[in-house]
């Protein structure tokens, strides 16, 4: 045997430090390419829009646009994770509808709005956590363990309300800001928003953890045989879909100033869709938050088009489902094109 | 043989993007003929079985068969013409019986309603008995072991009245005696006309079994020979374009005795597929385990590392007694595995070389906030990757783009990146083209003289001999003995491995020296 730790030419246990590259990341181009076609689809809207009403290119439509995707940007985060990690969540509206309904019978009950809602949200934490448990420990479909808890939680909202929608309008007004004040004019969810996007985009490209997602939804078996704990990172993602889920609850009870009992029958559809118009592959491995926000972006500037163009709201489903069609499709044809040798 | 042809394929090109796979092949199959098909990974073999197949269609060039001028669209025409083929990978549904997976294609083709169980059993029965009769045709087909699922993927096309079967590299998972009878099948096939294209990386077979031989490189073809007229040597070198030197590096010179213990296991066991197995693996040996395929060998060592249960035993690491009870934790003992299946657990075949590499210990390219510094991951893959002679085009490219060999590499590299100080390798070279392999080699044993302990489990003999310093056998789960010097031979492991006992006297001994 030669001497150890002497100078061979495969020292690969040295740390010597290498040419530091200057080349951009390739492999996100494939992702960036498809966040900048939406980009593009939507600036092509906005140009068409503007010609075809008065009224698309004015504040007042901007910022309603924004609004009515602004809540439920936050929830396709969550949702966007757990389709990375290979599962998806058909609870998230029925969940929302329960953090509602629980901050908000316990604020009738006399606690404080701002307690209240922190055991709601963190009510709804460990719905999702006793969920994972069923998918991580008995190994249920992330599909079938979600269906159940939406229909846990949307029977839950129903019999703590018994069918009635809560009036909340006795809620304190900074409590209320959140849903409805502005800061110089900005609607605060607008605010809130952007913080939690622009965090977890970064966090979801760059955070260790975040890439232990990518790495389970990418191919589980060769992640477990990696070192990671893959049942770790599933449970993980399914619990920070509840919870944000639940703190979207919060903020449209706060915004609604009431708590009803049938809120957000189909939401979830309109988010995974949104997830996956925005690049994220229900197989797994592929996705982020930027592409996913667009697509929930594109699919509300369509219909608040299709509002003012006052096309029948009876085809606002249709023209949706086409939208995620050809999305989904286009996506599968670059696929294959990729992989065809 | 006769020299009628049955199959002539003239100036075939196929181009994927701007990879040309194929830039003029010609080949011709004569009946009653094996003919080998040899070539690196990446040389072009697979491609142009999946244009005889009608897989893949080709952009000029044309197929004839009987001399008749063929296009074939697709698996369906193929079958139709004659044409049976046994995929490198399984492709059979594991979710069904071995029976309806090796009449699919008569199910596919029969014109009735409903499907006759009975005969299908039958039928699958007839076409396992010379080749497995100990599969159960009613048995689901992921109860098999790999194996077995390949045997069962050969029965699934000798069940088609081919006149042309195509084997792609066969016998990569097949035992010693499962190939024999595999290819006395093959002798028998050619005996009654059928004429097969078999393509595999291992001379000995190719030269055993085969009547002619072709060689592809990088898409063109390069030769093709009666076995007789040429030699191993020269279809390698025709593979690889140059000489390759010394198939094997040389061998530790230091004795046993001299070498400090660096991992002691000791009455090892699981609940089922493994027994009181205990090994000393000492500093800057490759210590090989060998034995059948489902022997225990793989179970035994990821027991070890944490991915497969442990009931009991006890494992030292430099003397002292460390616990093991996720993978995670090995890594940090810098004990790190790598796995046999590289598609299906070794890579992230969608993900770029860097995030490849960096997986095991993430903390390595991380910064102070736990966000990973991409340019350091790169930095990382590079050096790495560079060490390894990896051929890409670029750290940020994935993985799938790679050949096998160099896909192999990614995965050596993410071992190496943690500094490890014992490195598990099951399999290091399947399905990987000689060059690669001859590198793959001389790098295992540079690791093993810069004092990283080394185990290697390989199911190719000619490897575990011509690599391994020691060699422990097993035979269904029990330890059968160790071997070391010169008596690593493949006799004496199959000896071992068929559980007949350690052989009482040493008969073949090379140094002159004489022990009866």
């Given at each position: 045997m030669s001497n150890p730790g002497t100078n061979h030419s495969i020292n690969v246990l040295g740390s010597a430090p290498g040419e530091p590259l200057k080349k951009g990341n390739l492999l996100s181009g494939f992702g960036n390419m498809r966040e900048a076609t939406l980009i593009l689809i939507i600036a092509a809207i906005f140009i068409a829009m503007s010609f075809a009403s008065p009224y698309f290119l004015t504040w007042a439509n901007m910022k309603a646009m924004m609004l009515s995707f602004a809540t439920e940007g936050i929830v396709v985060v969550g949702m966007t994770v757990l389709i990375i990690v290979g599962g998806i969540d058909l609870s998230v509206g029925a969940v929302m509808c329960l953090a509602m309904v629980i901050a908000g019978k316990l604020f009738l009950m006399g606690i404080n709005p701002w307690l209240a809602s922190l055991i709601s949200i963190g009510s709804c934490s460990f719905m999702g956590y006793l969920t994972g448990l069923t998918v991580t420990r008995i190994g249920l479909h992330t599909f079938i363990a979600t269906l159940a808890l939406m229909g846990i939680s949307r029977g839950l909202s129903m019999i703590i309300t018994q069918g009635t929608p809560l009036s909340l309008f006795t809620l304190p007004p900074e409590f209320k800001f959140i849903g409805q004040g502005s800061v110089y004019g900005v609607p605060f969810v607008i605010i809130v928003f952007f913080v939690v996007i622009i965090i977890s985009d970064y966090l979801l490209r760059n955070a260790s953890a975040f890439r232990k997602v990518f790495y389970t939804g990418s191919n589980e078996k060769a992640a477990e045989y990696s070192g990671i704990n893959t049942n770790r990172v599933k449970l993980g993602a399914i619990i920070l879909c509840s919870t944000l889920a639940g703190f979207a609850g919060i903020i449209y009870m706060s915004k609604f100033g009431a708590a009803t009992p049938n809120f957000g029958v189909g939401l979830e559809l309109n988010i995974i869709a949104a997830a996956v118009i925005g690049g994220a592959s229900l197989k797994g491995g592929e996705g982020s938050v930027l592409g996913a926000i667009l697509g929930i972006a594109l699919l509300s500037i369509v219909s608040s088009s299709m509002i003012l163009l006052n096309v029948s709201v009876y085809w606002q489903d249709l023209i949706k489902g086409l939208i995620l069609l050809s999305a989904v499709s286009i996506d599968q044809i670059l696929h294959n094109k990729r992989s065809s040798r | 043989m006769s020299n009628e042809v049955v199959m002539e394929i003239v100036d075939v090109h196929k181009s994927f993007g701007a990879t040309k796979a194929l830039a003029g092949v010609n080949f011709t199959l004569h009946k009653g003929e094996i003919h080998a098909l040899c070539g690196e990974n990446g040389a072009g073999k697979s491609t142009l079985m999946k244009v005889i197949d009608g897989l893949h269609q080709p952009d000029s060039g044309d197929l004839y068969i009987k001399g008749n001028k063929v296009v074939i669209r697709g698996a369906l025409e193929a079958q139709k013409l004659g044409i049976g083929f046994v995929h490198?990978?399984?492709?059979?549904?594991?979710?069904?019986?071995v029976a309806e997976n090796i009449n699919m294609a008569l199910t596919n083709q029969s014109n009735k309603w409903f499907v006759n169980f009975a005969k299908m059993n039958t039928r699958a029965k007839e076409s396992l008995k010379d080749i497995a009769p100990h599969i159960n045709p009613a048995a689901r087909l992921d109860s098999l072991r790999i194996s077995e699922q390949q045997l069962v993927e050969i029965a699934k096309a000798l069940t088609l009245d081919c006149e042309v079967l195509i084997l792609d590299e066969p016998t990569a998972a097949l035992t010693e005696s499962e190939s024999k009878a595999l290819f006395s099948i093959m002798q028998s096939l050619k005996a009654k006309g059928i004429s097969i294209i078999y393509i595999s990386h291992r001379m000995a077979e190719v030269f055993e079994q085969c009547d002619r031989v072709t060689v592809l490189r990088d898409g063109i073809w390069i030769s093709t020979e009666k076995v007789q007229n040429t030699s191993p040597n020269e279809v390698v070198k025709n593979m690889v374009g140059r000489d390759v030197g010394h198939l094997y590096p040389e061998k530790s010179q230091c004795s046993i005795a001299d070498m400090e213990v660096m991992l002691e296991v000791s009455n090892l066991s699981d609940s089922n597929r493994f027994s009181n197995i205990g090994f000393k693996l000492h500093q800057g040996e490759i210590f090989g385990v060998s034995g059948l395929?489902?022997?225990?060998r793989s179970e035994m060592v990821k027991a070890i590392c944490g991915l497969h249960e442990r009931k009991t035993g006890n494992i030292h690491f430099q003397g002292k007694s460390i616990s093991i009870s996720h993978y995670s934790d090995s890594i940090d003992q810098g004990i790190v595995y790598l796995s046999e299946d590289r598609k299906e657990d070794g890579v992230f075949l969608d993900m770029s070389i860097a995030r490849n590499v960096s997986v095991l210990k993430l903390d390595q390219v991380c910064n102070n906030l736990k966000c990973i510094d991409a340019s350091v991951e790169r930095e990382q893959a590079q050096r790495l990757t560079d060490k390894l002679k990896l051929k890409s085009a670029g750290m940020d490219k994935p993985v799938s783009s790679l050949s096998g060999g160099n896909q192999q590499k990614v995965a050596l590299a993410k071992m190496l990146s943690v500094n490890p100080s014992i490195i598990i390798l099951d399999e290091p070279t399947r399905g990987i083209d000689v060059g690669a392999k001859v590198e793959i080699h001389q790098l295992i044993r540079q690791l093993a003289n810069e004092g990283v302990g080394v185990i290697v489990i390989s199911s190719e003999l000619p490897e575990v001999v011509g690599l391994c310093d020691r060699v422990m056998v097993m035979h269904e789960g029990k330890q059968q003995g160790t071997l070391g010097g010169d008596d690593i031979t493949e006799q004496n492991i199959i000896h071992l491995a068929s559980g007949l006992g350690q052989r009482e006297k040493r008969i073949i001994k090379t140094k002159g020296l004489e022990v009866a």
């Open positions: - | 490198q990978e399984i492709v059979l549904c594991p979710d069904v019986s395929i489902g022997a225990g």
